[in-house]
T-cell receptor
Framework: GQQVMQIPQYQHVQEGEDFTTYCNSSTTLSNIQWYKQRPGGHPVFLIQLVKSGEVKKQKRLTFQFGEAKKNSSLHITATQTTDVGTYFCAGESGGSNYKLTFGKGTLLTVNP | NAGVTQTPKFRILKIGQSMTLQCTQDMNHNYMYWYRQDPGMGLKLIYYSVGAGITDKGEVPNGYNVSRSTTEDFPLRLELAAPSQTSVYFC??????????????FGSGTRLTVV
């Protein structure tokens, strides 16, 4: 079945440093979504990417969808302590009956 | 607008007991999902539903059952609880997955421990 791999598993940064997490799918995706889960919380939707090569920005967050629609990345510029949490990518492939397959997530910790 | 509501928030079960995790949404979403989350393992799909009266298995359905008699409610039933079912369970809903930019809305989760 479809697999979504995410690296790194953990990332610890100093406040103000940049952060990137990468996501790779074993199959071509129709869309990819990103979620953030604060410690002890539930996943919260951040963004959806649909088009090949698409780039979207949300303030300090930049999301990219690869040309082959099999990989994606999330980049945070100048991290803040409020960025702490686990970032998940989740992909949907065509014909999946609207099911998302989640990566294992990247836990980001920020040292103030 | 409460979104997705899950009850209970915490529960301790003894091996062999049964329970139902409740999930209700007030957004008129057709699509609903149950995921379990184990430490460092991401979210694994247990069951999902594309509308009232329609359910289907996800990646890890063994030991669970669901029903979808109304658009709003999607309860998850655990029969004969086992320690392997110790996990955090999330219910989620979506309006039209893949076609909108709203993603899934998750409930706050149920933390279940089986002893």
């Amino acid at each position: 079945g479809q697999q979504v791999m995410q690296i790194p598993q953990y990332q610890h940064v100093q406040e103000g440093e940049d952060f990137t997490t990468y996501c790779n799918s074993s199959t071509t995706l129709s869309n990819i979504q990103w979620y953030k889960q604060r410690p002890g919380g539930h996943p919260v939707f951040l963004i959806q990417l649909v088009k090949s090569g698409e780039v979207k920005k949300q303030k300090r967050l930049t999301f990219q969808f690869g040309e082959a629609k099999k990989n994606s990345s999330l980049h945070i510029t100048a991290t803040q302590t409020t960025d702490v949490g686990t970032y998940f990518c989740a992909g949907e492939s065509g014909g999946s009956n609207y099911k998302l397959t989640f990566g294992k997530g990247t836990l980001l910790t920020v040292n103030p | 607008n409460a979104g997705v509501t899950q009850t209970p928030k915490f529960r301790i079960l003894k091996i062999g007991q049964s329970m139902t995790l409740q999930c209700t949404q007030d957004m008129n979403h057709n699509y609903m999902y149950w995921y379990r989350q184990d430490p460092g393992m991401g979210l694994k799909l247990i069951y999902y539903s594309v509308g009232a009266g329609i359910t289907d298995k996800g990646e890890v359905p063994n030991g669970y059952n669901v029903s979808r008699s109304t658009t709003e409610d999607f309860p998850l039933r655990l029969e004969l609880a086992a320690p392997s079912q110790t996990s955090v369970y999330f219910c989620a809903s979506s309006f039209l997955p893949g076609k909108t930019n709203y993603g899934y809305t998750f409930g706050s989760g149920t933390r279940l421990t089986v002893v």
